[in-house]
């Protein structure tokens, strides 16, 4: 497909990846290794009586909370055995909601790090609900969890933080202070890290990957994504062939690229990919929607194996009429822009339930017998013919009943479905008046089905027939964007100077060639044109906004979904 290269091509230069656009490196990080002593397990009935936290960047210490807190009940003896920690020590010590000001400012916005997390969270999340106080969504991260991935069996019996000091040979040995244990917490800490850096995991964005399970032989190959820059744009994971095994794209490449090798995949087809994986390419893209675009070009020209749209490329269902003597309405794959047409439709159920509201306002017939161009003497009609349901062109005198009626089908596919909505509207109203509440709803649905279908059509005619450059603005700054023909030419992402970059892609509508544009990324345009704050700079051609459609038929549509979440909500409470 020379033509997805040409654009490709076309797409504005990338950049060169700075430092910064992998991410906060580790040894930049501010981590605060905290540790509590209480009286018991539960943060229901148990107080705190010790906090000791070390606050450390790059390996150094930069500040340290400690002090004993007064936990308002007597210390049981075994705690007291313990810690060492007695009813007197405690007895001048302030109150946990005195301390957890300054210890919430002290954490800040730091990496919290606990040996068995879960346990001092819970503590502290429980002071914080008792006394007013919001516990911060702080990023957490329990050396217990580090130390199954990293430190093996043979190296340590169990994972107790005073085995893991002897394994990392810490200067400072637990002694269930919680000052002490919060050191030697930290420098086991430290050392694991310089374990997994072997593994790629060097930012901080990569913390997140280490929850789950992974291989060493998979966590290996994340140093795959070291050269990847932490911007938008579209990756392709190669085999050993250089064969493309997959496309994605995301808004941080960096970021998506290793977690295939860092987080435990539970879909099998991506973890036979990524088990198959040697090499990645990256398109770094000027916006999302750039990226998103030349995903769905790649996918459709490379058709990857492990791209689950490769195995349906003619996916979309149209509604037309078939060539015969006397036509009929079928769900086609595919739809000429000579030829009239109703779609594309969301899924097939959606072009059938459209195909039978057709059938029903437009008498048009729903067999499938082949029928000579002049019927056979004697041929009697079915009774759809009694019923009003079909103009029966299978029986002498009715030829042009019917061929008045494939005129108005074809109107209604191409332009104008006003008829049809009419008539279906009626039928609606006759059905609910007569409380057949049933075959109206089944009528309101192929009348939404046929709307919202008609509402696709004239959204993809109006952008293919036109030109256009638009602008979104973003929290840093704007990203432009620039079609033709229902493609995208042309886009880009600035601070300033907004018209000129909007007149060098203008120029692209007459340098770029757009054929056989895919209909899935004329509808991602329609998509990122409807988002509020977009507004057009030039436009060449006639556009109707796609954005209010032919509101006057909502009504039904709005009807339909309505009852769709009706639906959902009453399956969701009976599960």
Avoid at 158 to 180: I, Y
Avoid at 383 to 402: F, N, Q, R, W
Avoid at 485 to 508: E, H, I
Avoid at 509 to 516: G, K, N, P, R
Wanted: hydrophobic share 40%; glycine share 6%.
């Amino acid at each position: 497909m020379s033509e997805v290269r040409r654009n490709v091509d076309a797409m504005e230069e990338n950049t060169v990846a700075t430092l910064d656009d992998f991410g906060e490196p580790l040894s930049a990080t501010t981590f605060v290794v905290l540790d509590l002593e209480t009286t018991g397990a539960s943060p229901q009935s148990c107080g705190i009586t010790e906090i000791g936290a070390v606050k450390l960047r790059g390996g150094e210490v930069i500040g340290e909370f400690h002090t004993l807190i007064d936990p308002g009940t007597a210390i049981p003896p075994m705690i007291v055995a313990l810690t060492g920690i007695t009813d007197a020590m405690v007895m001048a010590a302030p109150r946990i909601q005195e301390v957890l000001p300054a210890l919430l400012e002290f954490i800040g916005d730091a990496v919290f790090v606990a040996h068995n997390a879960r346990f001092d969270v819970g503590f502290l999340r429980a002071a914080c609900h008792q006394h007013g106080y919001s516990w911060p969504k702080v990023e957490v991260l329990d050396t217990l969890t580090l130390a199954r991935r990293v430190v093996t069996k043979e190296e340590a019996p169990n994972r107790k933080l005073g085995t893991l000091a002897r394994v990392f040979g810490t200067e400072v040995t637990p002694n269930h202070r919680a000052l002490d244990d919060a050191r030697a917490t930290g420098e086991i800490l430290h050392g694991m890290l310089e374990r997994l850096a072997a593994f790629g995991v060097t930012h901080r964005g990569d913390l997140d990957t280490l929850k789950s399970r992974v291989s060493p032989t998979t966590r290996a190959k994340a140093t795959l994504a070291d050269t990847v820059p932490a911007k938008p744009g579209v990756y392709v994971f190669k085999g050993p062939q250089g064969e493309r095994l997959y496309v994605g794209t995301s808004k941080n490449l960096r970021a998506r690229v290793k977690q295939y090798f860092t987080s435990s995949e539970t879909r099998g087809r991506i973890k036979e990919m990524v088990e198959l994986a040697v090499d990645v390419d990256v398109t770094v893209c000027a916006t999302a929607l750039e990226a998103i675009v030349l995903e769905t070009r790649l996918i459709d020209q490379w058709r990857p194996r492990y791209n689950r749209r490769s195995a349906r490329p003619e996916r979309t269902p149209w509604v037309k009429l078939t060539s015969e003597p006397y036509p009929r309405l079928v769900v086609s794959r595919t739809a000429s822009v000579n030829d009239a047409h109703l779609g594309p439709m969301r899924s097939g159920a959606d072009a059938k339930l459209a195909i039978e509201g057709l059938q029903q306002a437009l008498q048009i017939r729903t067999c499938a017998t082949r029928l000579t161009i002049t019927p056979r003497a004697g041929a009697r009609a079915c009774m759809l013919k009694d019923l009003g349901a079909c103009s029966a062109p299978c029986v002498a005198g009715a030829t042009g009943e019917y061929a008045s009626a494939v005129a108005r089908a074809t109107t209604a596919l191409g332009s104008d479905i006003g008829p049809v909505v009419t008539a279906l509207a009626r039928a609606v109203d006759h059905h609910a008046a007569r409380e057949e509440y049933e075959r109206a709803a089944d009528t309101r649905d192929r009348l939404s089905a046929i709307v919202e279908a008609a509402e696709r059509t004239a959204r993809l005619t109006s952008l293919r027939a036109c030109s256009i450059v638009a602008v979104h603005e973003t929290a840093s700054g704007w990203e432009l964007a620039s079609m033709s023909q229902g493609a995208l030419v042309g886009a880009a992402t600035v601070t300033s100077g907004v018209w000129k970059c909007a007149d060098r892609l203008r120029d692209k509508w007459t340098t770029t060639a757009v054929d056989d544009t895919l209909v899935e990324e004329s509808e991602l345009l329609l998509r990122w044109l409807d988002r509020p704050g977009t507004r057009l700079l030039y436009v060449d051609g006639e556009w109707a906004s796609p954005i209010n459609g032919p509101g006057r038929y909502h009504r039904w549509v709005d009807a339909r979904r309505a009852d769709r979440e009706s639906r959902a909500h009453h399956l969701q409470l009976r599960s």
